[in-house]
């Protein structure tokens, strides 16, 4: 079988399952039949289980900085299917603070779609205000519905981990 054509399994927050569970994977990604894909914020190396551990690439990711966010909004603006139809113009201000307030690119994504639809249609500049508006909802229905904050910390550091046979033997 091509690796191209192997089902990829996601499972958020791996760490959750237990040994039984995590072990009920092993046939399937020694044999190749599935790529198996985890993603926690628990470190694999004390959270997964030894049999499992022993057959992953383990990668950690970071959170992107300030440069990275700004990048993917100029391109979200110039580029997404209907953000680019909008002729969309940020004030310098505004998108500052879009990025500030943002823990992560959906999230940054998600403040700026929201401030688009609130301002309707023949409007096509978001100021700082529109901004704040959004994201101080966002941000106390995150914390009304979790009762955590709604914005990650920058530090946070999320594992993922890939396991598949193709990986490992070739």
């Known amino acids: 079988m091509s690796v191209l054509s192997v089902p990829v399994l996601f499972i958020d927050e791996i760490h959750r399952l237990n040994r039984q569970k995590q072990d009920s994977f092993l046939e399937a990604v020694e044999n190749g039949d599935i790529i198996l894909t985890g993603a ?15 057959r992953v690439l383990i990668f950690e990711l970071f959170a992107l900085d300030k440069q990275n ?9 110039q580029k997404d299917s209907v953000l680019s139809t909008l002729e969309l113009s940020i004030e310098p201000g505004a998108e500052e603070y879009l990025i500030e307030r943002s823990s992560d690119p959906r999230n940054m994504l998600t403040i700026l779609e929201t401030a688009v639809l609130n301002k309707g249609a023949g409007s096509n500049i978001i100021t700082k205000d529109d901004i704040a508006d959004v994201a101080h909802k966002m941000k106390a229905r ?13 530090s946070l550091r999320i594992f993922c981990v890939v396991m598949s046979s193709h990986c490992i033997s070739g």
């Open 142 to 154: 995150s914390e009304l519905l979790t009762c955590t904050p709604a914005l990650i910390p920058s």
């Open 40 to 54: 926690t914020t628990e470190n694999p190396y004390f959270s997964l289980q030894p049999a499992l551990r022993s």
């Open 69 to 77: 966010l700004k990048n993917i909004l100029h391109r979200a603006i």
